[in-house]
């Protein structure tokens, strides 16, 4: 059974997205920005659109494959895949789906994408309204613990008491995910630079967290597409293969009232050896790294439960002139990510990894070969992928 | 406790018992100033948040336990961004992960009472304080944590 894997047998062969916007700055409903990032993706692999045959999205993403296949005229639609749960952390679990779903013979052309307006539909930074709540909710909401920064917080709290890492850590990663952005013109916040003093002046959201450690509420869409490898090679764009995607959580990760046993973990210990095996490179190897911002901490979290380095290596490691793509060690969020591109749950990090693999992104990283995404700390389930260049297959 | 000492702002999601029953002894519990959590009568494993089965040996046969209302913190936090509109102008308010070591490491959720910008230590030992919000359409309690004298 040594063929069962992805490794190389899939490719990404076309990104896109819609503009970026502010939340609320959308004049497009969020249906008309899935389809349009939908179109732009293809027309980046010059595939007419009407050749998809299936789509695969997570996070309860409100557009329907069938209404879409049937606005855009697809001939045929042969998978429409949902990943149950975990919020943003199954952006790189819909890549595996929809990779297995190609490499197997399912479906042929499938898109991953992701849609959200938060004008219209509501923000994700505030509180739940209703008058009662029953369940896992009521022993949280009522204690004024509402949103995603006050649900994820107390696991960084733990980790970092668990661990002695450093919150200049998160400032690190906040700070290269800005100056990312600066040489990125779909960035939302594009031309306004973050400087340290900004960082460490900003209002507390919820300790640990501070305004610059959370992710941003937008308005927009992405979609990338994924081929057969065999396919990929006659495409006009370098193709950017699957090596490995995997998702999932640890043993109870999934316990109600915050009673996971490994809490202070950000749920990738189980994916990152699976995606490792999977996809036959190192930690070493890779590149260029894009990981899930809802929380700075959440990444640092990624960051070392993927191997880059220890938590007592992680003080001098997880620096600002080590995460940024001109000459740092770990090239980190280089399109400047949820916290500084845009929060379109994590899949502008995954056409971000692909841009690294085929040389066009803003915050080019030399010849890099292989490319990591992490979607989703502290989430259950979460998930990662790793592409590669031909070169690595 | 009169409204003006409810620990929070009223206005907040107000916790109900699920409506297939499954936790109704633990709200039904904490009405009456007693802590109980799920306890597997089969194995003896402490179980919460409750479920319908245990994790441990699959028994149905899921039973309820008093447990003493004391732990220690595992985790906290201290929120300042109001995200709810009972908030707004509140102020900062402590958020604590109590962990019950003499009821197989559980954890559960409260607010910390006392100054909301007051020191916040990692294992320091608390006692229960029940928030009876007898006035409520639909009267409940919260569980709410201090630190042992
Ligand atoms: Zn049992």
Known sequence: MTNRTLRGKTAVVGVGETTYYKRSGSPDSEFVLAVKAIL???????????????????????????RIAAALGIRELKFSNMQWGGGGGHGSGAVASAAAAVATGVADCVVVFRALAQGQFGRFGQGPKMAAISGDAAYSLPYGVLSAAQMFAMRCTRHLHETGVSRDTYKAVSLAAYHHAQNNPRAVMYGRPLTSEAYDDARWIVEPYQLYDCCMENDGAAALIIVSAERAKDMKNKPAYVLGAVAGSEYRNGAPCHNAPLYATSSFTGIAPRLYEMAGVKPKDVDALQSYENFTGGVVMSIIEHGFCSHEEANSFLTYDNLIAQGGKLPLNTSGGNLAECYMHGLELITEAVRQIRGDSSNQVKNAKVSMITSGPMVTPASSAIFGSLETL | MSASQFYLPEGLPAPAPAPDGLDKPYWEGVQGNKLIVQRCKACKTFQWGPEWLCHKCHSFDIGWEEVAPNGVIYSWERAWHPVHPALKEHGPYIVVLVELPHAGNIRMIGNLLGDPRQEIKIGSKLDAVFEHHAGSKMPYTLVHWRVSK
């Open chain 1, 40 to 66: 732009a993706a293809c027309q980046d692999a010059g595939i007419d659109a009407r050749d998809v045959d299936g789509f695969a999205s997570y996070s309860n993403d409100r557009n329907d494959p069938s």
